[in-house]
């Protein structure tokens, strides 16, 4: 048997062994690794369930990010941006301290202050990164929105938040086609309450005239300094799909989540002052925050963004951005890794991709066929494969490898172990340590730094949503199992979220989208497996009686696309006469998934009418769709 390990020689028990200890005093030694403006005076205050890191100490993300590196490092690159059409832009680390002040002054100037939110909806351009900067700078809280959301999800978004400034751009690019971004937040504008103004980066010619133009901030200062905030001041909101109907506003502070970060992206990536580090996550969602629009800062990093689709203009781009820019440490999804697979396992051969040293995965279960692929065609059997667990929530990583902290060995489909410092478990369902080998619910039962301060305006929903299924112990909703060796193997969700394409989508957001429409009664939305994105959608939906579903399918996607985004977009949309349920009345979506999948229905004792099944059966063997999915 094949034997994987993460081989790049480094050694630090000291770090594994310190958490294994007072990992309170140990999470208090990383965070003397960054600057403060004032010591903290208490390292954790646990006030069950919620945590507060390096109370009392003062401390700014965007000053350890830029200021710091002001003396040795203002000429290397900090982003190397390419755009779809293969055009590229480098942006220092000096030219990023500008940047972020400038912009930190036109947000001031707009009246924006510490504690205000600001909605952040742009394409994966620098501009992004400097605007979350410049707010962080002032104390701001930034909410970014990813740019396949909808208007609704965006006014949705920046009403709950009570954002006071929006920064958009007039488009962006992707799949060669242009994604009118103005248009869509014009349409939001119309719904937001309390949006005062909006900033627009101009890519192409027109802007709304009441706008105010990106270019302004070369009519402001370069000098803004870092307002010292609180450590445990907030940094971000960030908008997350759950179990119930509305986005939920996941919090995030300061001081903690910056030690976690910095922590993590050392020990799990070998940072090195030569690395060129290329991460394929979108600024929108949380990786694109903690490791592509910080982290590698503190750190005093090169990365390489990118704007457009890692398939475009074909399955050998994401190669192509590799050799181009001489990428050593690239960290992706599953979804991409199985897309580029499946369309040329060997294509990555035409490429000189000899300065890879060290691969990452994020976002959803990886396959072992394509983490061995990862590892012996694209890291040519040289490169550690490191497969990174963690979730919006706990801001950065929770279960990975760490290349650049211990040698162990790795199995492929494993995330390994926890990070030093967290205590995790699988519980079974009556919350006793589950065997080894055995299926159950992941759960940690310490307060980590990067761990969310609550959820916004809904402080119960935090209780209920993270600590109620386990009293006492943080609960992700993950299925796991821990075999003999203490190794983590992460078996996707126990609820009822969904994971396309990684991203976070929840059923009950689409099926309260889905009955909104006048003529549906019911809906139920399930996921189904897909050999690519992890993930498809399927849609059920019973109309109101007397309805006609002539066209139907194509008004419910439409209705989707524009409340959610193109993101929810559902892959099959079922009318069917009637869902089947239990005799309380809820609705059996398991039963539809084993139709769907053409798995061996179980037990249907409880059931209300079965004979609703056989008219899902009828429609799904109409469409060609059961047993063959
Ligand atoms: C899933 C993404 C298996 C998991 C960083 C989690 C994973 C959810 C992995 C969080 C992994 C994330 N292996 N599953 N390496 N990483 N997940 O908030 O179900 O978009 O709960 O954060 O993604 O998704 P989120």
């Known amino acids: 048997m094949e034997v994987y390990s993460t081989n790049l020689g480094r050694s630090d028990p000291s770090i594994r062994e310190g958490a294994s200890g007072d990992n309170v005093q140990f999470w208090d030694e990383q965070a003397r690794l960054l600057h403060w403006f004032t010591p903290w005076k208490e390292t954790l205050r646990w006030n069950p369930p919620f945590a507060r890191w390096f109370v009392g100490g003062t401390t700014n993300i965007s000053y350890n990010a830029l200021d710091i590196h002001q003396d040795d490092i203002a000429d290397k690159p900090a982003i190397i941006w390419e755009g779809e059409d293969g055009t590229s832009q480098t942006v220092s680390y000096g030219t990023l301290y500008l940047q972020v002040q400038k912009t930190a002054n036109l947000l001031k100037s707009l ?11 742009l394409p994966m351009i620098p501009e992004i990164i400097v605007s979350m900067m410049a707010c962080a700078r002032l104390g701001a809280v930034h909410t970014v929105v990813f740019s396949g959301f909808s208007a609704k999800s965006l006014a949705d978004r920046m009403n709950d938040s009570g954002s006071t400034v929006l920064i958009t751009a007039d488009v962006g690019y992707r799949r060669g086609r242009i994604i009118p971004l103005a248009q869509t937040a014009q349409e939001a504008l119309k719904s937001s309450l309390k949006i005062r103004h909006t900033i627009m980066v101009q890519r192409q010619d027109g802007i709304p005239s009441t706008w105010v133009p990106w270019t302004e901030i070369n009519n402001k200062s370069d000098k803004c300094a870092a307002e010292p905030v609180e450590s445990t001041d907030p940094l971000f909101i960030l908008y997350t799909s759950g179990t119930t109907g509305r986005p939920k506003g996941v919090l995030h502070g ?25 991460c394929t996550a979108d600024v929108g969602w949380v990786t694109g925050h903690s490791y592509v629009a910080y982290a590698p800062f503190l750190c005093g990093a090169t990365e ?22 001489k990428v050593s440490i690239f960290y992706t999804t599953p979804t991409a890794l199985r897309m580029l697979m499946r369309h040329n396992a060997m294509a990555a051969k035409s490429y000189n991709l000899s300065s890879l040293r060290l691969l990452g ?29 963690w979730q919006t929530e706990t801001g950065g990583m929770l279960i990975s490898a760490l290349p650049g902290l211990e040698s162990i060995p790795l199995k492929p489909g494993s995330g390994t172990l926890p990070i030093p410092g ?6 079974d369902e009556n919350g006793k340590t589950a065997p080894p080998d055995t299926k159950g619910y992941l759960v940690v039962r310490n307060p980590w730094p990067g761990m969310m301060l609550t959820l916004w305006g809904d402080e119960q929903k935090y209780r209920d949503t993270y600590w109620s299924r386990f ?74 009686s007397g309805m006609d579903g002539m066209g139907m399918e194509s008004e419910l996607e439409k209705i989707i696309v524009s409340q959610i985004g193109t993101v929810a977009r559902p892959d099959a949309i079922h009318i069917v006469p009637i869902l089947p349920k239990t005799r309380s009345g809820k609705i059996m979506r398991r039963l539809l998934k084993s139709l769907v999948t053409g798995k061996q229905i179980g037990d249907l004792t409880t059931m209300e009418e079965p004979g609703a099944l056989d008219e899902v059966r009828r429609i799904l063997q109409d469409c060609g769709c059961d047993e063959s999915w």
Not at 258 to 264: L, P
Not at 493 to 509: F, Y
């Open 111 to 121: 009246g924006v202050r510490k504690g205000d939110r600001v909605t952040i909806y």
């Open 254 to 278: 300061t001081g903690g989540y910056m030690t976690h970060i910095h922590s993590t992206f050392r020990w799990a990536f070998d940072i090195q002052d030569t690395d060129i580090y290329h």
């Open 304 to 325: 390489v963004m990118y704007e457009g689709a890692p398939d475009h203009p074909n399955p050998s781009r994401t190669w192509q951005i590799l050799e181009k820019h």
């Open 361 to 389: 995965s994020v976002g959803e279960p990886i396959n072992p066929e394509v983490w061995v692929w990862y590892h012996d065609v694209i890291g040519d059997g040289r490169c550690p494969v490191i497969d990174t667990w």
């Open 422 to 427: 967290i205590d995790m478990a699988v519980l």
């Open 471 to 544: 009293p006492d112990y943080y609960y992700p909703g993950d299925y796991a199992i821990q075999d003999k060796d203490g190794y983590m193997w992460l078996l996707g969700r126990a609820d009822d979220i969904l994971k396309v394409s990684g991203h976070r989508i929840g059923t009950a957001e689409l099926e309260s989208c889905l009955v909104s429409h006048k003529k549906v009664a019911e809906s139920a939305v399930i996921g189904v497996p897909d050999e690519i994105r992890g993930e498809g959608i399927v849609v059920f939906v019973v109309l109101r």
